[in-house]
């Protein structure tokens, strides 16, 4: 890790204990997360800079598990089981702050392209691939006016509708890493037609991550597609 990564690791550290400083006093912060509230109170006010050591455990361990609540705190589902994500999608800098999170606390490689389905997970992917410092691509069910050629997956799904995804065919070179993201994973659908568009491209998976699962069924489809790591920040 550079200089440059380390100071950025300390930076989202910060960023998690003000989040949970939100909520909390100090005390309450401390028993939280086992440290000092004195150190705490440092952090937060940005007097010091956790260590990196420190910042990777905040960052890791307590940030993934306090998004996690943050992010279903957020989340509606209404009685069909149709869930409304938009207080987090809309929200960039929480997007951000989950970022370095998922980065750090999945067992993910570094990609060199972050690709996403259009149009409700390219906020994430967008946080990722400025996390990563790497390009962000997104697949559309339309093809742009002046592009000549296109990496195109298709599906029939179990409704019978045919749905097709297109990716400009200079957005993802051979033997590229690429990880697949999305805001919500359910049927697996989407996850499936981004993962073809990544074989036919000749690249490489570098892990699939969706901020919420529903269900267990996407999950267990995408990993039944790859060998990459595929997780989820909550479940519903």
Known sequence: MNRAEKAALQL??????????????????????GLPAGDLNRYVNGHVLPGTERAREVVEDLGREALAEELAARIRVDDEGYVDNSATVFDQPFLDLAAPVVA????????????????DGITLAAALASYYGVRCAYAKKSKETAVEEFIEARQRLQ????????????AIDPGESVLVVDDLIRSGETQELLLDIVRTADA?????????????????????????SVGALTTV
């Open 159 to 170: 409704s019978g509708i045919e749905l097709t995804y297109y990716l400009p065919a200079s």
């Open 204 to 228: 490489d998976v570098a892990g699939v991550f969706a901020l919420i699962a529903a269900g267990e069924d996407g999950i267990r489809r995408a990993r039944e597609r790859t060998d990459a």
């Open 104 to 119: 750090n606390g999945f067992d993910f490689e570094r990609p060199d392209v972050v690709l996403t389905a259009a149009t």
């Open 12 to 33: 989202r550290a910060v960023d998690v204990l003000r989040m949970l400083k939100e909520t909390r006093t100090y005390d309450e912060l401390a028993e939280t997360t």
